[in-house]
């Protein structure tokens, strides 16, 4: 059979802009949006014009469909109810109502004619192998590489975020690479890596693959990690749960209006999923980043720490994170080291176990040490392990057992 003939047509640059404005003024009247808002279908079909228009002057018709003539490329969503054409989203604690047209806040779901599709499935933004020690997960495998796949949106709209430029966007609007599950699974026992790392955006917001990415990856004995913002509701995350096998979860702030106003996300479900991620056997470790002017309040550290040893989370490793200026908080300097060597004091004199300083050159405080007799157990310079010297989960010194996952 003949491959269909693909129709190019030619534009002058003053024929584009003509096209271009009665495009956004449509846009404008009948989606009562912004000009300039991606959110919409015709918005992100004329960011795909302008993408090919800049690149070569030409557009290609085919691949700048609407979002709604492309519905066969799509998965339908999990966790969602309809009503009279709007559908409610349960997978994380936004539960968008969402209208025939729009997309939920993450940008990752959309309602096609009263059904949620997932716009992520398939669409990979990200394929990387990656060192664990990078996600960060110190516990978990050390030395071992994670296959890192990632697709673009985020429940979050976090101030700081390093991955904005795929964060903030919708699956729709990023170039991606399109990969069944069984074929993520294939070349990550390619690249010989033993673990399957969903992380750098949300993996939330594309759970229905990598549900299915991590059920084949158990069937091929392959581990997976998930580095998330803990953002999901409950019942997902309880049928999520026993195929994950470790998780490092963001807990960003611990004050729930600070919370908001930097992320856009809230304290409470995060502390509910860390609940649960125990309840289920998954390791967990967990990033706290210390930005000057929001989250570098030690009394509210102190009372972060208070409620991990208070909830038994004393044996999980607990990360503080250096900040440096990104994305909308630019004009904030750098978090001085002594806040975080203060913070680090506070997390060790509360009673947690294993903490850690990140992104920062000193690694004095990137080792493990044996919390017991002390003895210095893991060496890391920068992602690499340089020495191992935990043997059958316990410290060769003294005996005392070290928390993680080691084999
Ligand atoms: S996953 Fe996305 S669409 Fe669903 S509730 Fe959360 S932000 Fe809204």
Redesign the pocket.
Known sequence: MMAPERKILYFKPSEFICIFLCFSTINHIFFQMPLTCKNNFLGITLTNILKQYSGRRQVMLMEDMKISDRIGDYREARF?SSAEGKVR????????Q?TEGQ????R??VNIQGKLYALSYGNLCAISPDPIEKKPLYHFLPGSQAFSIATAGC?FSCLNCQNHHISQFSPAEITAISLSAEEVVKRCLMAKCNTIAYTYTEP??F?EYMYDVAMYARQNGIRNVMISNGYINPGPLKKLAPLIDAANIDLKVFDEETYRTLSGGALKPVLNTLRILKDYGVWIEITHLIVPSYSANLDMIKRMCEWLVNNEFSEFPLHFSRFFPNFRLQHIEPTPLTTLKQAWEIAVQTGLHYVYLGNITDETYSHTYCPDCKKLLIKRQGYRVTQMLITDGKCPNCGTTINGVWN
């Open positions: 969602y989203c349960g997978l994380c604690p936004h539960n968008c969402i997309m939920g806040l993450c990752s779901r429940n939330t917001v759970y």
